[in-house]
T-cell receptor, first 118, second 114 residues
């Protein structure tokens, strides 16, 4: 079946602008995750949704970052007043469950959105 | 909090040979899960293999196997019969039993040479 999809693939914006990054999870997956991957580093957790609600947003770096998942499927990561330090690849992942403790919690990733802030 | 460390920034191996990538981790959880993900230039993180900490038997997936040493908190990945398509970044990751965030290491860049 279809995997996790993310749009746009690449986004170039100017410092101070607002951007939205979209994630479409695997159909039937209830859990959705956002990660940020800076150049040469491993991904870092931002936020996790169980259904429509943000179950853990402890990784969001500051209040310029916000994410929603209004219908429990597609999610949008929103960044206000972008800064050059926000430049990174933003990865989205989904899993069938998130608390079963088994293989159904395995996270499957999308191809990411490369954000460049000039 | 969990931490994951990959001490080899880069590795290379000849095609058809075997290579081992190292990973150590730290966690206060009694039960947790460990993963190796592959990230080719396309950026997509692809799951290679997973290991449940309460299982003593090392996981295997075709040419990929792990050496899980729970007491030493070590989780290395062995790739046998290396292929050119194995060239990629490899990330080790851990996840607690609550099933939410993955904690990743810094990655190892693997180059398979013809």
């Amino acid at each position: 079946g279809a995997g996790v999809s993310q749009t746009p693939s690449n986004k170039v914006t100017e410092k101070g602008k607002y951007v939205e990054l979209r994630c479409d999870p695997i159909s039937g997956h209830t859990a959705l995750y956002w990660y940020r991957q800076s150049l040469g580093q491993g991904p870092e957790f931002l936020i996790y949704f169980q259904g429509t609600g943000a179950a853990d947003d402890s990784g969001l770096p500051n209040d310029r970052f916000f994410a929603v998942r209004p219908e429990g499927s597609v999610s949008t990561l929103k960044i206000q007043r972008t800064e050059r330090g926000d430049s990174a690849v933003y990865l989205c992942a989904s899993s069938k469950t998130a608390s079963s403790g088994g293989e159904l919690d395995t996270q499957y990733f999308g191809p990411g959105t490369r954000l460049t802030v000039l | 909090a969990q931490t994951v460390t990959q001490s080899q920034p880069e590795m290379s191996v000849q095609e058809a040979e075997t290579v081992t990538l190292s990973c150590t981790y730290d966690t206060s959880e009694n039960n947790y899960y460990l993963f190796w993900y592959k990230q080719p230039p396309s950026r997509q993180m692809i799951l290679v293999i997973r290991q449940e900490a309460y299982k003593q038997q090392n996981a295997t997936e075709n040419r990929f196997s792990v050496n899980f040493q729970k007491a030493a908190k070590s989780f290395s990945l062995k790739i046998s019969d290396s292929q050119l398509g194995d060239t990629a970044m490899y990330f080790c990751a851990s996840r607690n039993n609550a099933g939410n965030m993955l904690t990743f290491g810094g990655g190892t860049r693997l180059m398979v040479k013809p």
